[in-house]
Every structure is written in structure tokens, then in C-alpha cells.
């Protein structure tokens, strides 16, 4: 590669970096609204580490047990808005559940 290539590729490679350094903060606030609008009006789901009692006491019966399965055994509850993966007797997580069409 003669010098003149190499001083046009690294002018570029630096006027990239350039670029993407100015925008990242912008493009990072824009993500992180948007982080906190979805979680306001994202449903209360069950904390991690909740009894199934406890989870059944604050959000009533669920639509749907799938019984467990594997070693360690996980369960799953079905809810309106988000699905519950149990471990044992404890929440391990609530995931928001995926429109149908």
C-alpha cells in the first residue's frame, strides 16, 4: 500500500470514529427514554426470587401451569401481559408475553 492509500484509509477510519463518537451520547439518551417509557407502561410482573404462593396472592390464578420439567425442574405460569418461569417454588423470571396476531 503506498503512503497516499495509507493517509486516505486512516483519514477515513478516523473521520468514522469521529462520527460515531459525536452521536453516541444522542443515540444513548434516546435509548434510555425510551427504556423508562416502556417501563412505565409495562405491567407489575413478579420479582425474582417471589414464592409461587406470594405470586399467586398478588395476581390471582394464573391462565395457564405448564408443569415442570428438567433438572432443576421449571414451571411456567401464564398470566395476561407476561409469563412466570419458576424454579423449584421461586421465581426465577417474569418475561413479558408476545402479541398474538
Known amino acids: ?3 497516499a492509500h495509507l493517509r486516505i484509509a486512516l483519514g477515513s477510519a478516523l473521520l468514522s470514529l469521529g462520527l460515531a463518537w459525536s452521536t453516541a451520547p ?3 439518551t434516546l ?3 425510551g427504556l423508562e417509557a416502556a417501563a ?3 405491567p407489575e410482573r413478579p420479582r425474582r426470587g417471589m414464592s409461587m404462593a ?3 396472592r398478588q395476581f390471582g390464578e394464573p391462565l395457564a401451569r405448564t408443569p415442570a420439567v428438567g433438572q432443576p425442574p ?3 405460569w401464564e398470566y ?3 409469563i412466570v418461569f419458576f424454579e423449584y417454588e421461586l421465581v426465577l423470571h417474569a ?3 408476545r402479541e398474538t396476531r
Open 1 to 3: 500500500m503506498s503512503m
Open 26 to 28: 444522542g443515540a444513548d
Open 31 to 33: 435509548l434510555i427514554e
Open 40 to 42: 412505565e407502561t409495562a
Open 54 to 56: 406470594a405470586v399467586e
Open 74 to 76: 421449571i414451571t411456567r
Open 80 to 82: 395476561p401481559g407476561f
Open 95 to 97: 418475561a413479558l408475553a
